[in-house]
């Protein structure tokens, strides 16, 4: 644990596609956050980092958008979003759109320094580990692709998971190759993005696990869509949801109980 | 061959529907991955290696004309004659010339992407001269007629199954067998009275030596060696990028290329040419031309495409590639395919007819992770979706709908009340099924998966509701 006088000031970063299509991604972020000991903020003036138009080569909107993610974020101590996508872009890529432009540079530099995607920040800066966490079942990990490659993040949810009472993990073969989604790619190239995703939910049901975890929406989102269709039983949940104890709630693509 | 990558999607359409395509490419992916990865991690010093092959590169490519000019010196002080051939057109014209000097019938002919590059199977045969693939798998599709679909195994696009199908087809003495070891055997007898009565041999080469004007053949079948050493000529075309300071500097990237490229340690033959044949030797070719190519390269050393020029043309990006690992190599319609020929083609052609290479990539990062001289590989795939931006390239719908989204996300009071309406009609539309099998304006992704059924609420909505209680 880090010792401090006053806790770190988070700005949380919902990103967009937690914010539409599952809140409960990032309800369970604010509450591993403070169980975590950070002073949680919820930025209204937030919506995108850009990432759509920075892949499609709109270099000018992404600049737009990279401004407003630096003006609402940029007085926090750490920004955090559950997702190693959204935070690379933050992190790893910002830095392509300011060369020519010092005063923004130096903004960004500040920004991209302070950016955290959730489960590498719990684990690396806050020395976080779940307390009372219980999940019963048999899960299996996909890493996500820019968590993966561009942040580094591995050991972290896996070492996070370790503590989830009533868990246990079964290793996904190809559990780092992409998954097919890639943004934008899945609906410009979708018999390509279909193979890719076949394959890789085949290889989820080999693993015989009940559950599949990872760190990133938009690909959980494709492969719990491509398990769905293919009529698995697979439920598929965001790592932080296991963590925060939320994954009792119906998981990715499955109906919401009737109450 | 002609470029057809302006027919990327029709040309993924059939690659996906065939299933025995399928097989051939699952097999080898795979297997090229597992034995890569393990001989990396038996590699102690690969991250060191790694970095240095890049530092070289790096340097070389910072001093091109000054090793360029070392390596013509040494090459001519070693009795070959060196020739510049700015485009492909020139680089055949200099072949086809040499050939109708020595009054050239055959020409044996080793495995060279360079060659493939600048169309040399089109002008010996416009040429008139007989051309003999020495390489198995070139043998093999020379007979079946089809471009490579890989820069290292230009076969892969074909199962052992196909090929013994082919040779009991082709060959003068085929076996019945479809045992790997056979259908080798089989193709060592068409070839081997083919080599040795050659008039001309041509091959490209893997590196060039500056300070000993050499040029190197990495090979496993020994073909480059019976192609280059018993005609009476030996002609090598190669890229001037492919050239490092001095042998121990190739020995940096010997160390990586056949590790990259197969997962062996090294390979079976790698052959170091030093002119043609001397007084005394035994054997070797009378005479000994050296044509290096540009084609675009010096264009590509003065933009952000220069840390292309440091590959080594292993294969890796393609064989850890998603996409290249589905459709295969002949879907992106370009001598060099996969990640590095996404990049590479546009350079060579023009954006425009070449728009989906850069896109069919969903920017994950393996390529990059695997090569061994760390070309940033996404970054230049990303690069050159900003230039067809820029130039106007992208369809009325992407950019269309990007300006609508950019417009929303800059206005975060209106963005948030767009999403909570989209998500609110999407949630009545799911009928609280849970998932989604089909939706309006969303048919790419519902064609192949379900949508999940949103909650009640955007993430804000039910945010500021709580926080307000």
Same mark, same amino acid.
């Given at each position: ?14 990103? =967009? ?20 000991? %950070? ?9 995108? %980092? ?94 996500? =692709? ?31 190759? =992409? ?6 790619? =899945? ?65 990715? %693509? ?6 | ?28 992916? +795979? ?51 060196? /020739? ?7 680089? +055949? ?140 000529? /030996?002609?090598? +075309? ?75 043309? !292993?294969?890796? !990006? ?11 190599? /002949? ?22 007819? +070449? ?5 069919? !990539?969903?920017?994950?990062?393996? !390529? ?79 064609? /192949? ?21």
């Amino acid at each position: 644990m880090q010792h401090r006088s006053t806790p770190p000031r988070v700005g949380f970063f919902v990103t =967009c596609i937690v914010d539409a299509m599952r809140p409960n991604i990032g309800f369970a972020s604010l509450k591993l956050l403070e169980a975590a000991g %950070c002073d949680v903020e919820v930025p209204q003036a937030q919506t995108c %980092c850009g990432q759509p138009a920075f892949n499609s080569g709109d270099d000018a909107t992404t600049r737009d958008l990279a401004r407003q993610v630096i003006e609402v974020f940029e007085g926090y101590d750490y920004v955090v979003a559950p997702s190693g996508s959204c935070a690379s872009m933050i992190r790893s890529h910002y830095g392509e759109l300011f060369a020519d432009d010092p005063a923004w540079a130096e903004r960004q530099r500040a920004l991209s320094a302070k950016t955290w995607e959730i489960l590498s920040f719990l684990r690396d800066v806050m020395d976080y580990h779940p307390q009372g966490a219980s999940y019963d079942g048999v899960a299996t990990y996909h890493d996500s =692709c820019s968590g993966l490659r561009d942040l580094g993040v591995h050991d972290q949810p896996r070492a996070l998971l370790g503590d989830v009472a009533g868990l246990r993990m079964v290793p996904l073969q190809g559990n780092d190759e =992409c998954c097919g989604f890639g943004g934008t790619f =899945c609906v410009k190239y979708p018999s390509v993005s279909n193979a890719i995703v076949e394959d890789k939910a085949a290889k989820i049901e080999a693993t015989g696990a009940d559950t599949l975890l990872g760190g990133d929406m938009g690909c959980l989102m494709n492969m719990a869509g491509k398990l769905s269709r293919r009529g698995s039983d697979v439920k598929v949940y965001h790592t932080v949801e296991v963590l925060a104890g939320m994954a009792d709630g119906p998981a990715i %693509c499955k109906p919401e109980k009737m109450r | 061959m002609k470029q057809t990558s302006e027919h990327f999607k029709a040309h993924v359409t059939a690659a996906l529907a065939d299933p025995t395509l399928k097989i051939a490419l699952n097999r080898t992916t +795979t297997l090229l991955r597992e034995r890569r990865a393990q001989v990396i991690a038996d590699f102690g010093e690969y991250a060191a290696a790694r970095e240095a092959a890049q530092k070289i590169k790096d340097h070389t490519l910072d001093n091109l004309a000054h090793y360029l000019a070392m390596f013509e010196a040494n090459a001519v002080a070693s009795g070959a004659q060196v /020739h510049w051939a700015r485009t492909p057109k020139e680089a +055949t014209d200099i072949v086809t010339a040499i050939c109708k000097a020595e009054g050239a019938r055959s020409a044996t002919r080793v495995k060279s992407m360079l060659g493939e590059e600048i169309g040399i199977g089109e002008a010996l045969a416009a040429a008139g001269v007989e051309r003999i693939e020495t390489d198995l798998a070139e043998h093999i599709i020379q007979l079946a007629g089809d471009p490579p679909s890989h820069i290292v195994m230009p076969a892969m696009h074909k199962t052992h199954e196909q090929v013994a199908e082919l040779f009991r087809e082709k060959h003068a003495q085929p076996s019945n067998s479809d045992e790997i070891a056979a259908l080798v055997e089989s193709a060592r007898r068409e070839l081997r009275p083919k080599f040795l009565n050659a008039d001309i041999g041509i091959s490209g080469a893997n590196f060039l030596i500056a300070d000993t004007g050499s040029i190197v053949t990495v090979t496993n079948e020994g073909n480059a060696e019976l192609t280059t050493t018993p005609p009476k000529t /030996h002609i090598v +075309t190669v890229g001037i990028e492919k050239i490092v300071p001095s042998m121990a500097h190739a020995t940096v990237f010997l160390r990586l290329l056949s590790r990259a490229a197969i997962g062996a340690e090294i390979t079976q033959y790698t052959t170091f040419y030093n002119g043609p044949k001397r007084a005394g030797d035994a054997d070797g070719p009378e005479t000994m031309h050296i044509v290096l190519v540009d084609n675009h390269r010096t264009e590509m050393l003065g933009q952000f495409l220069r840390p292309m020029l440091r590959c080594i043309r !292993c294969g890796a !990006c393609m064989n850890h590639c998603p996409v290249y690992a589905a459709v295969g190599g /002949h879907a992106y319609g370009a001598v060099y395919p996969g990640p590095m020929g996404s990049v590479l083609t546009p350079a060579m052609s023009d954006l425009k007819s +070449t728009k989906d290479l850069p896109n069919a !990539c969903t920017l994950n990062g393996r !390529c990059n992770e695997v090569c061994p001289v760390n070309i940033p590989l996404p970054d230049m795939l990303r690069s050159l979706r900003a230039r067809q931006h820029q130039a106007g390239l992208t369809s009325g719908m992407t950019r269309g709908g990007l300006a609508v989204w950019g417009w929303l996300a800059r206005r975060p009071g209106l963005y948030r009340r767009a999403t909570g309406l989209a998500m609110f009609a999407m949630r009545v539309w799911s009928m609280n099924r849970g998932r989604i099998r089909r939706f309006p304006m969303a048919g790419n992704w519902t064609r /192949h998966r379900d949508l999940p059924q949103p909650e009640l609420g955007t993430f804000m909505q039910q945010y500021n509701r709580r926080s307000r209680k």
